[in-house]
Every structure is written in structure tokens, then in C-alpha cells.
């Protein structure tokens, strides 16, 4: 209730500095302007993510196959990498045989979207000498779970903080909020799965989500 009340009235402020900057367009050269514009940008963003993680254990059921939810995540990814021309390789499996779950879609595209950024990020970082990068989407039925993995070869996560990077407002990302993995767990969670994660500064990193059938 809180973020909502500052975020409306930030939104205006937001939109007011817009139109000042179009029929002022010598405002752009004020020092300060631009961080000011990207300050209150990150607020704005900081306060709609903490809308969803205090809303990320409701959910908005529906029915629906989550092998061509995954199937069109991936297409779409794919698309992402080639029109910024990236040499990050990405490749998927998905194979589930199932019928339709039963779930939250748009939350779960989320979580989905988020670990593939995750892995981009992480590839992005790293400096390859002989390989590339590279990111694995695998979605398969093990016995009575559906195991979806998203795989890395990036810059992983050090073993002193890889047991943090679940936890609201923890981030070492410049510009990050710490609230993606925070929600995206709490989403998985809602739904009675797992997402759990391994890392190595030398292998990259594996984040894998446990849905039961």
C-alpha cells in the first residue's frame, strides 16, 4: 500500500520532468539532469517490483501447456540475441509429453524471462578466449516433476554469496533492485516448486526449477 501511494505521485514527477525536457530541450545539458531522470527511473522500477514481490504468492490460475509457453519463451529469447547482433549462443530442449498445467502464466513467463536475462548477464560479463558464451534452456518430465534448468557458462557466482542471492533488496548488480530472484522464487514457490541454484566462478551457473506434476 505504501509503494503504491509514493509510486503514484512519482509518476507524475516522472512525467512532469518529461515534458519540461521537451519544451526545454537545453535542460538535457543541466549538470545533474540526467542522473536526476535515471534516479527517479530506478525508483519507479524499484517500487513496481516491490509491488509484485509482495504479490507474488497470488496467483491467477489458468490452464495451459507449458511446453509451448517454454517453446515460444525460447523462440523469443533467440530473436532478442540476434537483433543486437550477440555471440552468445543459446540453444533449448523442451520436452515435456504432458498435459496441460495448471498455473499462473504470466508469472511463470516471468520467472522464465528472468533466469534467461540472469544468464545473459552473466555471459555478458565474462571475456572468452576459446569458447563463447553460452545459455542452455532444458524443460523435461523426471517421474512426477517437471524439471526446467537454465544454464550458463558465464561469470557464476562466488561461493560467499551465492546463498544471499535469493534474498529481497541483495543485489550486485549496478542498478540492480534485488527483488528478481527474490519474486522469482516466492512465484515458484506459490506454484509448490523449488528453484534452487549451482555456481562455480569456473563452470558458470545452473538455476533449476522443480514443478510437481
Request: with cysteine; glycine share 6%; aromatic share 8%.
Given at each position: 500500500?505504501?509503494?503504491?501511494?509514493?509510486?503514484?505521485?512519482?509518476?507524475l514527477v516522472?512525467?512532469?520532468?518529461?515534458?519540461?525536457?521537451?519544451?526545454?530541450?537545453?535542460?538535457?545539458n543541466?549538470?545533474?539532469?540526467?542522473?536526476?531522470?535515471e534516479?527517479?527511473?530506478?525508483m519507479c522500477n524499484?517500487?513496481?517490483e516491490?509491488?509484485?514481490f509482495?504479490?507474488?504468492?497470488?496467483?491467477h490460475?489458468s490452464?495451459?501447456?507449458?511446453?509451448k509457453?517454454?517453446?515460444?519463451?525460447?523462440?523469443?529469447?533467440?530473436?532478442?540475441?540476434?537483433?543486437?547482433?550477440?555471440?552468445?549462443e543459446?540453444?533449448?530442449?523442451?520436452?515435456?509429453?504432458?498435459d496441460n498445467?495448471?498455473g499462473?502464466?504470466?508469472?511463470?513467463?516471468?520467472?522464465?524471462?528472468?533466469?534467461?536475462q540472469?544468464?545473459?548477464?552473466?555471459?555478458?560479463?565474462?571475456t572468452?578466449t576459446?569458447s563463447k558464451?553460452?545459455i542452455?534452456?532444458c524443460?523435461?518430465?523426471?517421474s512426477?516433476?517437471?524439471?526446467?534448468?537454465?544454464?550458463d557458462?558465464?561469470?557464476g557466482?562466488?561461493?560467499?554469496?551465492?546463498?544471499?542471492?535469493?534474498?529481497?533488496?541483495v543485489?550486485?548488480?549496478?542498478?540492480?533492485?534485488?527483488?528478481?530472484l527474490?519474486l522469482?522464487k516466492?512465484?515458484i514457490?506459490?506454484?509448490?516448486?523449488?528453484?534452487i541454484?549451482?555456481?562455480?566462478?569456473?563452470?558458470g551457473t545452473?538455476?533449476t526449477?522443480?514443478?510437481?506434476?
Amino acid at each position: 500500500m505504501i509503494s503504491h501511494e509514493i509510486r503514484n505521485p512519482l509518476t507524475l514527477v516522472s512525467s512532469a520532468l518529461q515534458i519540461i525536457e521537451i519544451q526545454h530541450p537545453e535542460v538535457i545539458n543541466f549538470h545533474g539532469w540526467s542522473q536526476a531522470i535515471e534516479d527517479i527511473e530506478f525508483m519507479c522500477n524499484l517500487l513496481n517490483e516491490l509491488s509484485d514481490f509482495n504479490n507474488g504468492s497470488t496467483l491467477h490460475h489458468s490452464v495451459f501447456s507449458l511446453e509451448k509457453l517454454l517453446k515460444n519463451i525460447a523462440v523469443s529469447f533467440a530473436m532478442s540475441l540476434d537483433s543486437i547482433n550477440s555471440n552468445i549462443e543459446f540453444t533449448s530442449k523442451i520436452s515435456l509429453n504432458s498435459d496441460n498445467y495448471t498455473g499462473d502464466k504470466i508469472k511463470f513467463e516471468e520467472v522464465i524471462l528472468n533466469l534467461l536475462q540472469n544468464a545473459k548477464d552473466a555471459v555478458s560479463e565474462k571475456t572468452f578466449t576459446d569458447s563463447k558464451g553460452s545459455i542452455f534452456l532444458c524443460a523435461e518430465k523426471i517421474s512426477d516433476s517437471i524439471v526446467i534448468s537454465c544454464t550458463d557458462n558465464g561469470c557464476g557466482i562466488s561461493d560467499d554469496i551465492v546463498n544471499t542471492i535469493f534474498d529481497p533488496f541483495v543485489t550486485y548488480k549496478t542498478n540492480g533492485t534485488g527483488l528478481g530472484l527474490a519474486l522469482s522464487k516466492k512465484i515458484i514457490e506459490a506454484h509448490g516448486g523449488t528453484l534452487i541454484v549451482t555456481s562455480s566462478d569456473e563452470t558458470g551457473t545452473v538455476f533449476t526449477i522443480t514443478l510437481p506434476v
